[in-house]
């Protein structure tokens, strides 16, 4: 089956330090999102990248699409306690349904 | 974009009953879909809901365990039958139009006792 992997699994930062989770799909996608949840909170839409070696900024936030299209990345600069959550990549599947990554966790600590 | 308004939010269940989790979206969508998420934890998906139809369960998923029913394009339930405390979880319902993003619905946490 599908699988989507995401490294690091866990990311400690300091305030003000950059960030970046990296994403790794079996298969090739037909695209790929992104997706930020807040503690406790649900998983909420980023951004979606189609094309291959397709880059998109976010203002902090740069969304790269490998030229594989198998695999793409999240990258904060400068990060702030409101980038605090679980960042996950997305790929669907044969039948739209949507898989996802197993997830960053970023903590900034002040 | 749509709103998906899910509940119970939250629920503390004996083992061996049942809960039913009902999940509306505002507009009409193509998928959707149940999750289950442990604290900290990815995203696993259960099922996809057809509309009018059965559902396409995700291995490791049956229908008697949890039978999800789409009488139409906006609503759908989830529910999770003879529950064990290995059922303790979020589930969170999603709903999206083809390629487009998905939304998600503010999730029910369950606690089976």
């Known amino acids: 089956g599908q699988q989507v992997m995401q490294i690091p699994q866990y990311q400690h930062v300091q305030e003000g330090e950059d960030f970046t989770t990296y994403c790794n799909s079996s298969?090739?996608?037909?695209?790929i999102q992104w997706y930020k949840q807040r503690p406790g909170g649900h998983p909420v839409f980023l951004i979606q990248?189609?094309?291959?070696?397709e880059v998109k900024k976010q203002k902090r936030l740069t969304f790269q699409f490998g030229e594989a299209k198998k695999n793409s990345s999240l990258h904060i600069t400068a990060t702030q306690t409101t980038d605090v959550g679980t960042y996950f990549c997305?790929?669907?599947?044969?039948?739209?349904?949507?898989?996802f990554g197993t997830g960053t966790r970023l903590t900034v600590i002040p | 974009s749509a709103v998906i308004s899910q509940k119970p939010s939250r629920d503390i269940c004996q083992r061996g009953t049942s809960l039913t989790i009902q999940c509306q979206v505002d507009?009409?969508?193509?998928?959707m879909f149940w999750y289950r998420q442990q604290p900290g934890q990815s995203l696993t998906l259960i099922a996809t809901?057809?509309?009018?139809?059965?559902?396409?369960?995700e291995s490791g998923f049956v229908i008697d365990k949890f039978p999800i029913s789409r009488p139409n394009l906006t609503f759908s339930t989830l529910t999770v039958s003879n529950m064990s405390p290995e059922d303790s979880s979020i589930y969170l319902c999603?709903?999206?139009?083809?390629?487009?993003?998905?939304?998600f619905g503010q999730g029910t946490r369950l606690t089976v006792v």
């Open positions: 999603s709903a999206l139009r083809v390629n487009t993003e998905a939304f």
């Open positions: 298969t090739t996608l037909s695209n």
């Open positions: 990248l189609v094309k291959s070696g």
């Open positions: 997305a790929g669907h599947g044969g039948a739209n349904n949507l898989f």
């Open positions: 507009s009409q969508v193509t998928m």
């Open positions: 809901a057809n509309q009018g139809s059965e559902a396409t369960y």
